[in-house]
């Protein structure tokens, strides 16, 4: 299991504003939140939009594409993520992601030495928690992983806290033998937006 820290900010903010004005395709994406999101997180009143989950794909030309899905390819480097978008942000919010696994995955990337800052690993390896304080770009907050070899199939859930209330839950699989679309102009980015 890879955590992927990509330069999403300047990746997603092209994505953004040219998503905000096309309509979205076909595949609507109300399956896509497994729990609705809660109308006022924390005792701070924050609020948010939307939570989104899917694929995070880059095409021949390096344009990225979020295309919100629950079956990702068990394929090595298919990078899946979420997106949850704020109301009136704050300059600064905490966000606690808990990533459980069917079983334990054959690696983690914390155990080759790779940056584990804001990751702890459970003791059955099932589970990783990832605590961040961060600055929301554009009212957004995300974080995405990617495959990596050694990790199981099945199903996995996504929780995700914001200043310690549960802001949104996914229950998705990793998936074998299952092509990806990464041509889709689909993109709930879009949304995040609105």
Known sequence: MKLKILAFAILLTPIWVATSTQTRESEP??????VHPQKAISSDRLNFKNARFGRIVRDE?????????LQIPLRQ??????????????????W????QLPVAPKYWSTDNGQSSEGISISKDRTKATTIRTVAPEQGVIWNAW???P??????????????????????????PNIQGNNKSKLSAVA????
Do not use: M
């Not at 994406?29 to 497994?34: G, M, N, P, Q, V």
């Not at 606690?96 to 990533?99: D, K, T």
């Not at 949304?191 to 609105?194: G, I």
């Open 29 to 34: 994406s109300r399956h896509l939140e497994t």
């Open 191 to 194: 949304d995040l937006c609105r």
């Open 150 to 175: 050694g990790d199981p199939a099945g199903e996995y859930k996504l929780d995700i806290y914001i200043n310690g209330s549960l802001a949104a839950s996914f229950q998705f699989q990793l998936v």
């Open 146 to 148: 990617s495959v990596a």
């Open 77 to 94: 480097g298919e990078t899946y993520g979420w997106f949850i978008r704020l109301k009136n942000p704050p300059d600064r919010v905490t």
């Open 96 to 99: 606690r992601e808990e990533l």
């Open 61 to 69: 030309r390096g344009n990225v594409s979020f295309i919100p899905t």
